[in-house]
Protein backbone atom coordinates (compact mmCIF):
# COMPACT_ATOMS: atom_id res chain seq x y z
CA UNK A 1 0.00 0.00 0.00
CA UNK A 2 1.04 3.61 -0.69
CA UNK A 3 0.95 5.41 2.24
CA UNK A 4 1.53 9.30 0.55
CA UNK A 5 -1.23 11.77 1.65
CA UNK A 6 -3.66 8.93 2.73
CA UNK A 7 -5.00 8.66 6.45
CA UNK A 8 -4.25 6.28 8.79
CA UNK A 9 -5.80 5.61 12.36
CA UNK A 10 -3.40 4.39 14.29
CA UNK A 11 -5.06 2.83 17.79
CA UNK A 12 -2.76 2.46 21.28
CA UNK A 13 -0.29 4.28 21.71
CA UNK A 14 2.23 2.19 23.65
CA UNK A 15 5.28 0.95 21.89
CA UNK A 16 4.04 -0.72 19.27
CA UNK A 17 1.78 2.23 18.47
CA UNK A 18 4.24 4.88 18.45
CA UNK A 19 6.60 3.21 16.31
CA UNK A 20 3.58 2.05 13.84
CA UNK A 21 3.28 6.12 13.65
CA UNK A 22 6.55 7.04 13.44
CA UNK A 23 7.13 4.82 10.13
CA UNK A 24 3.90 5.62 8.94
CA UNK A 25 5.07 9.41 8.75
CA UNK A 26 8.28 8.59 7.10
CA UNK A 27 6.20 7.69 4.02
CA UNK A 28 3.95 10.64 3.98
CA UNK A 29 1.01 9.39 5.51
CA UNK A 30 -1.06 11.36 7.85
CA UNK A 31 -1.45 9.81 11.13
CA UNK A 32 -4.48 9.80 13.77
CA UNK A 33 -2.82 8.61 16.97
CA UNK A 34 -5.85 7.27 18.93
CA UNK A 35 -6.47 5.78 22.52
CA UNK A 36 -9.10 5.73 24.96
CA UNK A 37 -6.75 7.12 27.73
CA UNK A 38 -6.93 11.14 27.63
CA UNK A 39 -3.74 11.74 28.26
CA UNK A 40 -1.84 8.55 27.24
CA UNK A 41 2.21 8.60 27.10
CA UNK A 42 3.13 10.30 23.37
CA UNK A 43 6.60 11.61 22.97
CA UNK A 44 6.16 15.46 22.22
CA UNK A 45 7.68 14.99 18.75
CA UNK A 46 5.60 12.65 17.75
CA UNK A 47 2.57 15.09 18.93
CA UNK A 48 3.99 17.90 16.91
CA UNK A 49 4.81 16.18 14.04
CA UNK A 50 3.55 17.52 10.68
CA UNK A 51 0.75 15.37 9.59
CA UNK A 52 -0.08 14.12 13.25
CA UNK A 53 -4.07 14.40 14.71
CA UNK A 54 -5.03 13.40 17.79
CA UNK A 55 -8.49 11.24 19.31
CA UNK A 56 -7.47 11.13 23.11
CA UNK A 57 -10.06 9.47 25.87
CA UNK A 58 -12.92 7.76 23.12
CA UNK A 59 -13.66 5.37 20.43
CA UNK A 60 -12.81 6.36 17.03
CA UNK A 61 -16.51 5.42 15.50
CA UNK A 62 -17.20 9.23 14.56
CA UNK A 63 -14.02 9.42 12.66
CA UNK A 64 -13.29 6.04 10.84
CA UNK A 65 -15.02 6.97 7.50
CA UNK A 66 -11.51 9.74 6.81
CA UNK A 67 -9.16 6.92 6.99
CA UNK A 68 -8.08 4.64 4.48
CA UNK A 69 -5.93 1.97 7.05
CA UNK A 70 -6.40 1.09 10.70
CA UNK A 71 -3.01 -0.01 12.63
CA UNK A 72 -4.71 -2.13 15.73
CA UNK A 73 -2.13 -2.71 18.79
CA UNK A 74 -1.97 -5.36 19.95
CA UNK A 75 -3.96 -5.08 23.00
CA UNK A 76 -6.96 -4.20 21.70
CA UNK A 77 -9.41 -6.84 20.81
CA UNK A 78 -10.12 -7.31 17.47
CA UNK A 79 -14.15 -7.95 18.45
CA UNK A 80 -14.06 -4.37 19.37
CA UNK A 81 -17.47 -2.78 18.04
CA UNK A 82 -15.16 0.14 16.29
CA UNK A 83 -13.15 -2.37 14.73
CA UNK A 84 -15.94 -4.36 13.17
CA UNK A 85 -17.31 -1.61 11.82
CA UNK A 86 -13.96 -0.24 10.43
CA UNK A 87 -13.81 -4.06 8.23
CA UNK A 88 -17.86 -3.65 7.71
CA UNK A 89 -16.64 -0.33 5.47
CA UNK A 90 -13.96 -1.88 3.79
CA UNK A 91 -11.14 0.23 5.83
CA UNK A 92 -8.07 -2.51 6.19
CA UNK A 93 -7.50 -3.68 9.84
CA UNK A 94 -3.53 -4.16 10.32
CA UNK A 95 -1.32 -4.79 13.16
CA UNK A 96 2.61 -3.47 13.64
CA UNK A 97 3.59 -7.03 12.32
CA UNK A 98 1.81 -6.61 9.15
CA UNK A 99 3.21 -3.22 8.66
CA UNK A 100 6.67 -3.90 9.95
CA UNK A 101 6.59 -6.70 8.20
CA UNK A 102 5.86 -5.02 4.29
CA UNK A 103 9.03 -2.64 5.08
CA UNK A 104 11.57 -5.22 5.93
CA UNK A 105 14.06 -6.59 3.52
CA UNK A 106 15.96 -8.79 5.77
CA UNK A 107 14.25 -12.47 6.02
CA UNK A 108 11.91 -12.93 9.70
CA UNK A 109 12.37 -15.53 12.06
CA UNK A 110 9.08 -15.62 13.95
CA UNK A 111 8.85 -17.42 17.34
CA UNK A 112 5.19 -17.77 18.65
CA UNK A 113 3.63 -20.25 21.65
CA UNK A 114 2.91 -19.74 24.79
CA UNK A 115 6.09 -20.28 26.73
CA UNK A 116 9.32 -19.53 26.60
CA UNK A 117 8.98 -17.34 23.85
CA UNK A 118 11.12 -14.76 25.05
CA UNK A 119 13.96 -16.66 26.23
CA UNK A 120 13.85 -18.31 22.56
CA UNK A 121 14.06 -15.03 21.13
CA UNK A 122 16.26 -14.30 23.31
CA UNK A 123 18.99 -16.89 22.82
CA UNK A 124 18.16 -16.98 18.86
CA UNK A 125 19.20 -13.19 18.74
CA UNK A 126 22.06 -13.77 20.46
CA UNK A 127 23.29 -16.73 18.10
CA UNK A 128 22.11 -14.82 14.55
CA UNK A 129 24.21 -11.34 15.99
CA UNK A 130 27.00 -13.78 16.25
CA UNK A 131 26.60 -15.50 12.47
CA UNK A 132 24.49 -13.14 10.87
CA UNK A 133 26.07 -9.48 12.09
CA UNK A 134 23.23 -6.71 12.39
CA UNK A 135 20.80 -9.53 13.03
CA UNK A 136 18.00 -8.27 15.70
CA UNK A 137 15.27 -9.03 18.10
CA UNK A 138 12.03 -7.33 17.84
CA UNK A 139 7.55 -7.43 18.29
CA UNK A 140 6.68 -8.74 20.81
CA UNK A 141 9.77 -8.79 23.22
CA UNK A 142 9.80 -4.78 24.29
CA UNK A 143 11.48 -3.63 20.79
CA UNK A 144 9.05 -2.13 18.02
CA UNK A 145 9.16 -3.88 14.88
CA UNK A 146 8.33 -0.89 13.11
CA UNK A 147 11.19 1.15 14.61
CA UNK A 148 13.59 -0.77 13.11
CA UNK A 149 12.28 -2.75 10.02
CA UNK A 150 13.58 -0.41 7.55
CA UNK A 151 17.10 -0.58 8.66
CA UNK A 152 18.22 -4.26 9.10
CA UNK A 153 20.52 -4.91 6.43
CA UNK A 154 19.14 -7.57 4.00
CA UNK A 155 21.87 -10.03 4.54
CA UNK A 156 21.14 -10.19 8.67
CA UNK A 157 18.36 -11.37 10.05
CA UNK A 158 14.88 -10.13 12.48
CA UNK A 159 14.19 -12.30 15.37
CA UNK A 160 10.66 -11.53 16.08
CA UNK A 161 8.34 -12.62 18.95
CA UNK A 162 4.84 -12.65 18.21
CA UNK A 163 1.65 -13.28 20.22
CA UNK A 164 -1.55 -14.60 19.68
CA UNK A 165 -2.74 -11.10 19.88
CA UNK A 166 -0.18 -9.88 17.17
CA UNK A 167 -1.10 -12.96 14.80
CA UNK A 168 -5.01 -11.90 14.77
CA UNK A 169 -4.01 -8.69 12.58
CA UNK A 170 -1.57 -10.34 9.98
CA UNK A 171 -2.78 -10.41 6.11
CA UNK A 172 0.48 -11.09 4.46
CA UNK A 173 3.37 -11.58 7.08
CA UNK A 174 5.41 -14.62 5.59
CA UNK A 175 8.78 -15.39 7.86
CA UNK A 176 11.15 -16.98 6.30
CA UNK A 177 11.59 -19.73 9.44
CA UNK A 178 8.06 -20.01 11.86
CA UNK A 179 8.04 -21.54 15.09
CA UNK A 180 5.31 -22.89 17.53
CA UNK A 181 7.10 -23.82 20.73
CA UNK A 182 3.89 -24.93 22.58
CA UNK A 183 0.26 -24.40 23.89
CA UNK A 184 -1.34 -24.66 27.00
CA UNK A 185 -4.23 -22.22 28.19
CA UNK A 186 -3.33 -18.54 28.05
CA UNK A 187 -5.24 -15.38 27.52
CA UNK A 188 -8.94 -17.47 27.62
CA UNK A 189 -10.16 -13.87 28.72
CA UNK A 190 -9.56 -12.77 24.87
CA UNK A 191 -9.65 -15.61 22.54
CA UNK A 192 -12.97 -17.21 24.99
CA UNK A 193 -12.05 -20.80 24.07
CA UNK A 194 -8.81 -23.00 23.29
CA UNK A 195 -9.86 -24.08 20.02
CA UNK A 196 -9.55 -20.08 19.47
CA UNK A 197 -5.91 -19.42 20.82
CA UNK A 198 -4.61 -22.10 18.60
CA UNK A 199 -6.06 -20.93 15.63
CA UNK A 200 -4.43 -17.22 16.45
CA UNK A 201 -1.08 -19.27 16.68
CA UNK A 202 -1.36 -21.33 13.75
CA UNK A 203 -1.41 -18.08 11.44
CA UNK A 204 2.08 -17.52 12.14
CA UNK A 205 2.73 -20.42 9.42
CA UNK A 206 -0.42 -19.70 7.20
CA UNK A 207 1.38 -17.58 4.64
CA UNK A 208 4.58 -19.92 4.47
CA UNK A 209 5.31 -22.39 1.40
CA UNK A 210 7.11 -25.55 1.19
CA UNK A 211 10.23 -23.57 0.59
CA UNK A 212 10.04 -21.67 4.07
CA UNK A 213 10.26 -24.19 7.31
CA UNK A 214 8.13 -24.26 10.49
CA UNK A 215 9.93 -25.15 13.76
CA UNK A 216 7.27 -27.30 15.57
CA UNK A 217 7.60 -29.28 19.78
CA UNK A 218 6.46 -32.52 18.86
CA UNK A 219 6.28 -33.34 22.44
CA UNK A 220 3.39 -30.93 22.76
CA UNK A 221 -0.15 -32.09 21.34
CA UNK A 222 -1.14 -28.89 19.86
CA UNK A 223 2.10 -27.87 18.54
CA UNK A 224 2.44 -31.53 17.27
CA UNK A 225 -0.70 -31.51 15.39
CA UNK A 226 0.46 -28.55 13.53
CA UNK A 227 2.69 -30.94 11.86
CA UNK A 228 0.19 -31.79 9.21
CA UNK A 229 -1.39 -28.54 9.24
CA UNK A 230 1.95 -26.70 7.91
CA UNK A 231 2.89 -25.83 3.96
CA UNK A 232 6.30 -25.12 5.43
CA UNK A 233 8.33 -27.89 6.00
CA UNK A 234 8.84 -29.20 9.33
CA UNK A 235 11.41 -29.39 11.81
CA UNK A 236 10.78 -30.47 14.87
CA UNK A 237 12.42 -30.04 18.41
CA UNK A 238 12.12 -33.68 21.25
CA UNK A 239 12.91 -34.59 24.30
CA UNK A 240 12.87 -38.11 22.81
CA UNK A 241 14.19 -39.96 20.13
CA UNK A 242 13.59 -39.86 16.93
CA UNK A 243 13.95 -40.30 12.99
CA UNK A 244 15.10 -36.57 12.43
CA UNK A 245 15.04 -32.91 14.20
CA UNK A 246 16.60 -31.99 17.35
CA UNK A 247 17.08 -34.36 20.06
CA UNK A 248 18.10 -35.11 23.02
CA UNK A 249 20.99 -38.42 22.96
CA UNK A 250 23.45 -39.34 24.90
CA UNK A 251 23.34 -36.34 27.37
CA UNK A 252 23.46 -34.13 24.61
CA UNK A 253 21.20 -32.14 22.22
CA UNK A 254 22.12 -33.48 18.69
CA UNK A 255 20.44 -32.19 14.98
CA UNK A 256 19.74 -35.22 12.91
CA UNK A 257 18.62 -33.15 9.54
CA UNK A 258 19.32 -35.53 6.49
CA UNK A 259 18.22 -31.96 4.27
CA UNK A 260 21.68 -30.49 5.81
CA UNK A 261 23.41 -33.87 5.66
CA UNK A 262 23.74 -33.40 10.08
CA UNK A 263 23.69 -35.76 12.27
CA UNK A 264 25.87 -34.21 15.18
CA UNK A 265 25.85 -33.38 19.10
CA UNK A 266 25.25 -29.50 19.48
CA UNK A 267 25.94 -29.30 23.30
CA UNK A 268 26.16 -31.56 25.96
CA UNK A 269 23.05 -30.93 28.46
CA UNK A 270 25.74 -30.43 30.75
CA UNK A 271 26.86 -27.28 29.48
CA UNK A 272 23.85 -25.31 29.30
CA UNK A 273 24.10 -22.39 31.79
CA UNK A 274 20.26 -22.01 32.41
CA UNK A 275 18.16 -24.26 34.83
CA UNK A 276 15.32 -26.66 34.23
CA UNK A 277 14.02 -29.03 32.43
CA UNK A 278 11.62 -26.27 29.94
CA UNK A 279 15.11 -24.83 29.18
CA UNK A 280 16.63 -27.62 27.12
CA UNK A 281 13.14 -27.51 25.70
CA UNK A 282 14.02 -23.78 24.46
CA UNK A 283 17.95 -24.57 23.82
CA UNK A 284 16.26 -27.05 21.02
CA UNK A 285 13.87 -24.91 20.00
CA UNK A 286 16.98 -22.29 19.50
CA UNK A 287 19.10 -24.52 17.55
CA UNK A 288 16.49 -25.75 15.55
CA UNK A 289 16.03 -22.32 14.55
CA UNK A 290 19.29 -20.85 13.81
CA UNK A 291 20.76 -24.04 12.31
CA UNK A 292 17.77 -24.02 9.53
CA UNK A 293 18.52 -20.31 8.58
CA UNK A 294 22.24 -21.32 8.25
CA UNK A 295 24.09 -20.61 11.33
CA UNK A 296 26.93 -22.96 11.78
CA UNK A 297 26.90 -25.70 14.64
CA UNK A 298 30.16 -24.43 16.21
CA UNK A 299 28.64 -20.94 16.33
CA UNK A 300 25.67 -22.03 17.97
CA UNK A 301 27.19 -24.34 20.77
CA UNK A 302 29.53 -21.35 21.94
CA UNK A 303 26.83 -18.97 21.76
CA UNK A 304 24.35 -21.11 24.05
CA UNK A 305 27.40 -21.66 26.51
CA UNK A 306 27.72 -17.80 26.93
CA UNK A 307 23.81 -17.20 27.41
CA UNK A 308 22.53 -15.74 30.60
CA UNK A 309 18.76 -16.29 32.11
CA UNK A 310 16.53 -13.64 30.74
CA UNK A 311 15.02 -10.83 33.15
CA UNK A 312 12.01 -12.19 35.20
CA UNK A 313 12.38 -15.60 33.77
CA UNK A 314 13.63 -17.75 36.95
CA UNK A 315 16.34 -15.25 37.90
CA UNK A 316 18.22 -15.59 40.53
CA UNK A 317 18.39 -12.59 42.75
CA UNK A 318 20.12 -13.20 46.12
CA UNK A 319 20.81 -15.44 48.84
CA UNK A 320 19.92 -14.09 52.36
CA UNK A 321 20.43 -15.95 55.37
CA UNK A 322 20.77 -19.36 53.06
CA UNK A 323 17.50 -18.77 51.47
CA UNK A 324 17.04 -18.33 47.88
CA UNK A 325 15.15 -15.46 45.70
CA UNK A 326 14.27 -16.40 42.41
CA UNK A 327 12.09 -13.43 39.72
CA UNK A 328 10.01 -15.47 37.83
CA UNK A 329 7.69 -12.85 36.70
CA UNK A 330 7.34 -13.47 33.41
CA UNK A 331 5.20 -16.60 34.46
CA UNK A 332 1.93 -15.29 33.68
CA UNK A 333 -0.22 -18.86 33.48
CA UNK A 334 -0.31 -21.97 34.83
CA UNK A 335 2.01 -24.14 32.76
CA UNK A 336 4.69 -21.42 32.71
CA UNK A 337 4.35 -21.47 36.57
CA UNK A 338 4.31 -25.24 36.92
CA UNK A 339 7.80 -25.10 34.78
CA UNK A 340 9.37 -22.82 37.38
CA UNK A 341 8.37 -24.79 40.13
CA UNK A 342 9.70 -27.98 38.18
CA UNK A 343 13.00 -26.22 38.11
CA UNK A 344 14.07 -25.74 41.29
CA UNK A 345 15.14 -28.40 43.43
CA UNK A 346 14.99 -26.86 46.97
CA UNK A 347 11.85 -26.69 48.97
CA UNK A 348 9.80 -23.56 47.61
CA UNK A 349 7.63 -20.54 49.58
CA UNK A 350 5.66 -19.89 46.46
CA UNK A 351 3.82 -16.19 45.45
CA UNK A 352 1.29 -16.33 42.84
CA UNK A 353 -1.53 -14.15 42.26
CA UNK A 354 -2.54 -11.52 39.45
CA UNK A 355 -4.75 -10.14 37.21
CA UNK A 356 -7.07 -12.74 36.02
CA UNK A 357 -7.53 -14.27 32.83
CA UNK A 358 -9.64 -16.91 33.43
CA UNK A 359 -7.57 -20.04 33.50
CA UNK A 360 -7.80 -23.21 36.27
CA UNK A 361 -5.27 -23.09 38.40
CA UNK A 362 -5.61 -27.09 39.36
CA UNK A 363 -2.71 -28.72 37.74
CA UNK A 364 -0.67 -25.60 39.40
CA UNK A 365 -1.91 -27.08 43.09
CA UNK A 366 -1.12 -30.51 41.93
CA UNK A 367 2.40 -30.00 41.42
CA UNK A 368 2.67 -28.80 44.99
CA UNK A 369 3.31 -31.91 46.97
CA UNK A 370 6.90 -32.14 47.72
CA UNK A 371 7.83 -28.98 45.91
CA UNK A 372 6.26 -26.24 47.38
CA UNK A 373 5.72 -25.90 51.24
CA UNK A 374 3.76 -22.59 51.53
CA UNK A 375 1.96 -21.12 48.95
CA UNK A 376 1.15 -17.61 49.16
CA UNK A 377 -1.56 -15.93 46.95
CA UNK A 378 -2.67 -12.06 46.00
CA UNK A 379 -4.45 -10.12 43.89
CA UNK A 380 -7.29 -10.31 41.65
CA UNK A 381 -7.01 -14.46 42.16
CA UNK A 382 -6.34 -14.73 45.46
CA UNK A 383 -9.67 -16.19 46.16
CA UNK A 384 -9.77 -18.34 43.20
CA UNK A 385 -6.52 -19.73 43.94
CA UNK A 386 -7.43 -20.59 47.91
CA UNK A 387 -10.57 -22.51 46.58
CA UNK A 388 -8.36 -24.46 44.50
CA UNK A 389 -6.12 -25.54 46.81
CA UNK A 390 -8.98 -26.19 49.57
CA UNK A 391 -10.24 -28.58 46.51
CA UNK A 392 -6.79 -30.37 46.66
CA UNK A 393 -6.45 -30.83 49.70
CA UNK A 394 -3.26 -28.26 50.32
CA UNK A 395 -3.70 -26.42 53.32
CA UNK A 396 -0.75 -24.22 53.75
CA UNK A 397 -1.48 -20.76 52.27
CA UNK A 398 -1.63 -17.73 52.83
CA UNK A 399 -3.24 -14.19 51.79
CA UNK A 400 -1.18 -11.25 51.37
CA UNK A 401 -2.61 -7.46 50.52
CA UNK A 402 0.33 -6.29 48.79
CA UNK A 403 3.70 -8.03 46.85
CA UNK A 404 5.41 -6.24 49.58
CA UNK A 405 3.62 -7.40 52.20
CA UNK A 406 4.08 -11.26 50.27
CA UNK A 407 8.00 -10.98 50.10
CA UNK A 408 7.70 -10.28 53.91
CA UNK A 409 5.75 -13.05 54.67
CA UNK A 410 8.00 -15.31 52.44
CA UNK A 411 10.78 -14.35 54.20
CA UNK A 412 9.24 -15.32 57.37
CA UNK A 413 7.80 -18.74 56.36
CA UNK A 414 11.43 -19.71 54.37
CA UNK A 415 14.00 -21.92 56.28
CA UNK A 416 17.85 -22.53 55.50
CA UNK A 417 17.90 -24.39 52.27
CA UNK A 418 14.37 -23.17 50.82
CA UNK A 419 13.88 -21.07 47.80
CA UNK A 420 11.76 -17.97 47.62
CA UNK A 421 9.92 -18.02 44.21
CA UNK A 422 7.59 -15.22 42.74
CA UNK A 423 5.44 -17.46 39.77
CA UNK A 424 2.54 -15.75 39.70
CA UNK A 425 0.77 -17.97 36.96
CA UNK A 426 -1.25 -14.88 36.51
CA UNK A 427 -0.73 -11.36 34.48
CA UNK A 428 0.41 -8.58 36.53
CA UNK A 429 -2.66 -5.51 35.33
CA UNK A 430 -4.53 -5.71 38.75
CA UNK A 431 -1.55 -4.27 40.47
CA UNK A 432 1.31 -3.37 38.08
CA UNK A 433 1.93 -1.75 34.69
CA UNK A 434 3.14 -5.10 33.10
CA UNK A 435 5.48 -8.32 34.29
CA UNK A 436 8.73 -6.40 34.17
CA UNK A 437 7.23 -3.62 36.52
CA UNK A 438 6.47 -6.32 39.25
CA UNK A 439 9.63 -8.19 38.64
CA UNK A 440 11.61 -5.21 39.31
CA UNK A 441 9.16 -4.27 42.41
CA UNK A 442 10.14 -7.86 43.81
CA UNK A 443 13.93 -7.82 43.16
CA UNK A 444 13.98 -4.40 45.17
CA UNK A 445 11.71 -5.93 48.19
CA UNK A 446 13.80 -8.54 48.07
CA UNK A 447 17.20 -6.21 48.11
CA UNK A 448 15.73 -4.66 51.12
CA UNK A 449 15.12 -7.82 53.13
CA UNK A 450 18.74 -8.00 53.09
Known sequence: MEYSGKKVLVCGMGLSGAGAARLLLAHGARVTLCDLREEPAVDEDLLEH????????????DILGEHQLMVLSPGIPTDLPFVEQARERGIPVWGEVELASRHCKAPIMAVTGTNGKTTVCSLAGQIMAAAFPGSVMAGNI????????????S????????????????????????????????HLNRHKTMEAYVSAKERIFENQTEENICVLNFDNQHSNDMIAKTPAKPLVFSNNPLEEGVLVRDGGIWIKWSGLGLDEEVIKLADIPIPGSHNIENVMAAIALCAAAGASLEIISREIKKFKAVEHRLEFVKEIDGVGYYNDSKATNVDSAIKAIVGLSQPIVLIGGGHDKGLDFGDLVKCFPGRVKVFIVLGETADALIETCRAHNFDNYERANTLKDAVNLASARAEVGDAVLLSPACAAFDMFDDFEQRGRVFKQFVRELG
Not at 50 to 61: C, I, Q, R, S, Y
Open 50 to 61: EGVATHFGKNPD
Open 142 to 153: GVSFCGLAESVP
Open 155 to 186: NAWVVAEVSSFQLETIHKFKPKISAVLNMTPD
